[in-house]
């Protein structure tokens, strides 16, 4: 019970930081001291993702730029603090075992930083580099499954193989149908086959329902 009290304090914290952060213009003094400090509380309380890779820190130190220029992409009807972070941090891990080790070795990691130099290196970051809204909306809509649908939803005999992972894994960078079928052991024309009558008109409803009238398939 303790325990269940504890994370649930953690959130009401985090959350309240960030709505303060928020509420202090872009770049100013305020802002960035609310956003080293939920930088410290997330770090200290070690419920933060955990993965043993090489390039994890550098997802790490991506995931708290992002977060730092972007903290109204928080959503706090959606999930908690930690489940957005977890959500970021699980897709640039993704990038980084997608991407080549040229672009894996151009950041530097985290360790190499320290929290101020994190949230003073985010003015220098290029607005190009950010990912569009829509995409990262979706990135979390997927990874969170609030309604239980997409990973409910899979190809005939195989549960192993739902519309969550495929949706997942087709969002940029998106893993090759050939890939996928090596990986699940399917049919070259199965998870394309599925995702276009299954995950791409959920893909559909979800853009509309965010106000995006239109989705790439």
């Known amino acids: 019970m303790t325990n269940v009290h504890t994370v649930s304090n953690l959130n009401q914290q985090l959350q309240q930081l960030v709505a303060e952060a928020c509420s202090h213009p872009a770049r100013s003094l305020m802002r960035r001291q609310k956003l080293s400090e939920i930088v410290r509380?997330?770090?200290?309380?070690?419920?933060?993702?955990?993965?043993?890779?090489?390039?994890?820190?550098?997802?790490?130190?991506?995931?708290?730029?992002?977060?730092?220029?972007?903290?109204?992409?928080?959503?706090?009807?959606?999930?908690?603090?930690?489940?957005?972070?977890?959500?970021?941090?699980?897709?640039?891990?993704?990038?980084?075992?997608?991407?080549?080790?040229?672009?894996?070795?151009?950041?530097?990691?985290?360790?190499?930083?320290?929290?101020?130099?994190?949230?003073?290196?985010?003015?220098?970051?290029?607005?190009?580099?950010?990912?569009?809204?829509?995409?990262?909306?979706?990135?979390?809509?997927?990874?969170?499954?609030?309604?239980?649908?997409?990973?409910?939803?899979y190809v005939k005999g195989r549960p192993d193989v739902t519309c969550q992972i495929l949706i997942l894994r087709r969002l940029p960078p998106e893993t090759s149908w050939k890939d996928i079928a090596k990986k699940f052991n399917l049919p070259l024309s199965t998870a394309p086959n599925f995702y276009k009558r299954e995950c791409l008109p959920r893909l559909r409803n979800f853009a509309l329902k965010q106000g995006y009238h239109e989705i790439l398939d």
Request: aromatic fraction near 12%; hydrophobic fraction near 35%; proline fraction near 6%.
């Open 41 to 153: 509380v997330v770090t200290k309380s070690g419920k933060l993702w955990k993965e043993n890779t090489a390039y994890y820190n550098d997802a790490l130190q991506q995931t708290w730029l992002y977060f730092c220029r972007n903290p109204e992409q928080y959503n706090p009807q959606s999930c908690s603090v930690i489940t957005w972070l977890d959500n970021c941090l699980k897709w640039r891990l993704q990038d980084f075992r997608s991407w080549s080790a040229e672009n894996q070795a151009r950041t530097v990691p985290i360790s190499m930083l320290g929290i101020e130099e994190i949230t003073k290196t985010i003015e220098s970051l290029p607005a190009a580099a950010e990912i569009p809204p829509i995409l990262e909306e979706t990135y979390q809509w997927a990874f969170t499954d609030p309604d239980k649908d997409l990973a409910s939803t």
